[in-house]
């Protein structure tokens, strides 16, 4: 079991140990301002299908000359082809050993890399998709597989190397480490502000796990934001100041981030403190797998049921690969209004190749039918995601939503979260409302760069809100939908220096730890378990809490296991609060864990008093340690469920 808890940051070096090299003035200059102390804020975007890194100088102190910029990554587009792009498409490629010519690898930085990935990975993979490693962050976040054995490509033959979920990760973060000390070879960005951005909805363990990436690459210092508040972050810093025009108290700012891999809906509201506007995160929505990838698959799919009515069928692997054909299809179409329809090759492995070729095209009807129609039906705000039973065998793979209809999921989103401002004096919900009512829209995620995506959506938003007799939410604009977060999170280390405008967060859920009450075994009945708050909602980063009048038996020297839950809705509970009693609605169970706590001098099997200290820390992870009561003895209490014994 690997510890969840993350060290603090370690203190950044006095001098930078930097190599001049002769007729490099640029260079001496970034040596000079590295050896007087950090310069950049440089925010990443870790995303499931690109990552992207963003960076500002911290000399501009002032709002308005603030501009974060993004670095071209150098990455190889195809073999011995080395381009340099805004965005490193998440993916690797596990190359045959006679699939590349020696040399034709070679990075400006090293001759031959580890792992192959970006832009390059993404077309080899798109010709033999069997290889390619795709949603890495996506099975990072995945409670039921051990996301540090190698699992990827989780359809690959036995001949096909595999790679871990946290391997992928740490490939993708090493690339751009190593892109940034390429073109910043004076400012080492183990020295730099690093913020590294992670879905609102990531449980504590998959925050850990990118922490422990991070940390893998040497960014010790780095820490997380909640991608929604970084995509917020973006407008606020693009409106140079400007965006106290665009937002009010009482406002209630909806952010739909439909990425490619999930979809994240945060709320944040805005009040007023001594007469200045203050942004508050009040709630998170679900960890839910749905988007891009999803919508590609199902535009696959339709074809494929195009060409089996003329009597073609398809082998998996040739499905994957349409997947890959059917999203350039979609982006074509969706960015030029005057293409009807995009021709489709689908290659066989056949002895005539030419001849075995199946060919077909994706039309702009059939992607708004299956997109819009199919991903956002018009629906009411009453409608729920609609939940089928399952098969008792399945393949192995991710736990995507078993209801595409993004619309649906937010309807349950904004009802579940209805109470959710009443802590807050300036917004006031009318008594009839049976949802919370969204004044402002923020949209984020390269999904939503497609306008008929984008403006059917805001349609059954307002036409929910119509019903109640509520004013329509406005959309706010501006934001570049592919770079905001990464340019968000570099802003959020302007932020952090004392600068600019804050958005209070915190924890994104409240966090339980279950206590089994002693009693005497009944047969068929379990002993009785009581979920202890430990974190509530909104916990501050920096901040511990101790339980010392609460005390527990804690056994040592042998496995145990450890219940832990979480609540995205119950926003009263203090750390201490116990509930006996609860609905599938208000906790989620997460997966449990088991544990040999060390010894430490004591007897194995010896029950220690101890009481609980919770801490969330200034990276944004979350600490629960257990203290004896008898001479401050202190275990670690573990949280990762990603990684086995």
């Known amino acids: 079991m690997k510890d969840l808890f993350s ?69 190889l587009t195809s073999p011995g082809s080395v381009e340099e792009k805004n965005q490193l498409p998440s993916f690797l490629y596990q190359a045959h050993q006679a699939e590349l010519a020696e040399g034709s690898t070679a990075l400006p930085w ?53 790679v871990s979920p946290f391997q992928a990760t740490t490939a993708y973060l090493q690339h751009l480490c190593d892109a940034w000390q390429s073109l910043h070879p004076g400012s080492p960005l183990d020295r730099q502000d690093v913020v590294i951005t992670v879905p609102a909805s990531f449980d504590p363990a998959a925050r850990e796990l990118t922490v422990e990436a991070a940390r893998a690459v040497g960014l010790g210092q780095a820490i997380l934001l909640e991608e929604p508040q970084a995509a917020l972050y973006s407008w606020i810093e693009k409106s140079h100041g400007d965006w106290r025009k665009h937002a009010e108290v009482g406002d209630i700012i909806l952010v739909i981030d439909v990425g490619g891999g999930t979809t994240d809906l945060s709320l944040i509201a805005v009040t007023q403190q001594e007469g200045n506007l203050e942004l508050t995160r009040v709630a998170v929505g679900d960890h839910i797998l749905l988007g891009g990838d999803n919508m590609d698959l199902a535009l696959a799919y339709t074809v494929k049921a195009k060409l089996e009515t003329e009597g073609k069928r398809l082998e998996p692997w040739q499905i994957q690969a349409l997947t890959h ?59 729920r995601p609609v939940s089928r039973s399952r098969t008792g065998l399945r ?48 949209f984020n995620g390269g999904v939503l760069k497609a306008d008929a995506l984008a403006e059917r959506l805001m349609a059954v938003l307002n036409s929910w809100l119509s019903a109640e007799q509520a004013p329509e939410a406005r959309l706010l604009t501006g934001a570049d939908l592919d770079l905001a977060v990464a340019r968000g999170a570099a802003y959020y280390g302007y932020v952090r220096k004392g600068k600019g405008v804050r958005i209070k967060g915190g924890t994104a859920a409240s966090y339980y730890v279950g206590i089994e009450s002693a009693m005497p075994a009944v047969p068929g009945m379990a002993p009785e378990i009581q979920a202890l708050c430990i974190a509530p909602f909104g916990m501050e980063e920096g901040t511990s809490q101790e339980l010392p009048d609460d005390e527990f038996g804690l056994v040592i020297g042998e496995p145990v296991r450890f219940r832990f839950f979480a609540s995205n809705t119950r926003r009263e509970d203090k750390v201490g609060t116990r509930l006996d009693y609860w609905t599938n609605e208000e906790l989620d169970e997460l997966d449990e864990i088991e544990v040999t706590l060390p010894e430490e001098g004591r007897r194995p099997g010896e029950v220690v008093p101890v009481h609980l200290c919770a801490a969330v820390t200034e990276v944004g992870t ?24």
């Open 622 to 645: 979350l600490e629960l340690q257990a203290v004896s009561q008898k001479d401050n003895g202190r275990w670690k209490i573990e949280f990762d469920v990603r990684a086995g014994e």
């Open 110 to 162: 090293v001759a031959e890399p580890n792992y192959l990935v970006g832009e390059i990975a993404r077309n080899l993979g798109s010709k033999t998709p069997i290889r390619l490693v795709a949603s890495a962050k996506s099975w990072l976040c995945h409670s039921g597989v051990d996301c540090k054995a190698a699992i990827l490509p989780a359809d690959a033959p036995d001949e096909v190397e595999r």
């Open 325 to 383: 054909s059917c999203r350039d299809a979609k982006e074509k179409i969706f960015n030029n209004a005057e293409l009807d329809s995009i021709p489709l090759v689908v290659a066989s492995r056949g002895s005539s190749l030419i001849g075995g070729t199946l060919r077909s095209e994706l039309t702009r009807e059939e992607v708004n039918r299956v997109l819009v129609e199919g991903f956002l039906p018009k629906v009411a705000v009453s409608d």
């Open 395 to 442: 393949t192995a793979g991710l736990p995507y939503a078993q209801d595409a209809g993004i619309t649906r999921h937010l309807a349950a989103f904004l009802a579940k979260q209805q109470g959710a401002t009443n802590e807050l004096k300036d917004i006031n919900l009318p008594e009839h409302a049976s949802f919370l009512h969204p004044t402002a829209v923020l």
């Open 7 to 75: 060290p603090q940051p370690q203190p950044v070096a006095e001098e930078a140990v930097v190599e001049e090299a002769e007729n490099q003035p640029d260079e001496r200059v970034e040596v000079e301002q590295a050896q007087n102390g950090t310069r950049f804020s440089v925010g990443i975007d870790l995303g499931t299908t690109h990552c992207v890194l963003s960076y500002a100088d911290l000399e501009h102190i002032d709002d308005e000359q603030f501009s974060p910029e993004v670095m071209a990554i150098p990455q």
